[in-house]
């Protein structure tokens, strides 16, 4: 398969997903559709559980995490943070009646999300920490763009249009790095000009010291 080819059947691949799994009306990312219930097939212990519960046709969250990750690596940064949205705890619980239908704490991440009626949209397994770990990264190297490289941090935000900036105060041993990231205009929300109190900064990376001292960071993206 040519190299242009690939980014072409991962399009594909990723607008399938959109189709056949992503249900906003349900707020979910299912892993896959229709459940194995009446089926034959034995697709092992997955069939255990009912219909629409975790692995089974429901959301499994680590799984519609790394679908978010992969469209904004395609480049569609707003579908990303549009389905990030759809997997934000909190968004569970906006009303009464989406507290009700989803029954478990907003303020952690589940490990499922019931996709069959009558339980559509309920969560199942709160406090997961291996989907809030995933969950995390997608925040905070996905999304935000930053990235430890041992003694360095770079910088490759998705930036959404609605967005022109946002901060992050980093902590490096004694160290704090204050990171104002603002949009410069254009398209692709690439890094195109990193600066570390005022000295610009070569290949979009900010080297970390532990001088016990705090640093103003200034990344321009576009």
Request: aromatic share 10%; hydrophobic share 40%; with cysteine.
């Amino acid at each position: 398969m040519s190299g242009a080819a690939k980014p072409a059947r991962a399009q594909l691949a990723m607008a399938s997903v959109d189709q056949r799994l992503v249900r906003r009306d349900a707020q979910l990312i299912q892993l896959f559709a229709p459940p194995f219930d009446t089926s034959a097939l034995q697709p092992g212990y997955i069939k255990g559980y009912a219909p629409g519960v975790r692995e089974n046709g429901g959301q499994y969250t680590h799984g519609a995490i790394w679908a978010v990750m992969a469209f904004a690596q395609l480049g569609e940064t707003e579908r990303a943070w549009e389905l990030f949205s759809l997997l934000n705890p909190i968004q569970h619980a906006t009303n009464l009646p989406d507290v009700n239908r989803y029954k478990i704490e907003p303020y952690v991440v589940a490990a499922d999300v019931y996709g069959v009626a009558p339980h559509t949209g309920r969560g199942g397994w709160s406090w997961y920490t291996g989907s809030a770990g995933w969950m995390y990264r997608l925040i905070v190297e996905t999304l935000l763009g930053l990235r430890l490289e041992v003694d360095k941090l770079r910088l490759n935000p998705c930036l959404p249009r609605a967005w022109e900036s946002f901060k992050i105060h980093y902590r490096h041993r004694d160290t704090f790095y204050h990171i104002t990231v603002q949009r410069a205009g254009g398209e692709g929300a690439k890094p195109v000009h990193v600066t570390v109190d005022g000295q610009a900064q070569p290949a979009a990376t900010i080297q970390l010291v532990n001088d016990r001292r705090e640093h103003a960071v200034a990344v321009l993206v576009h």
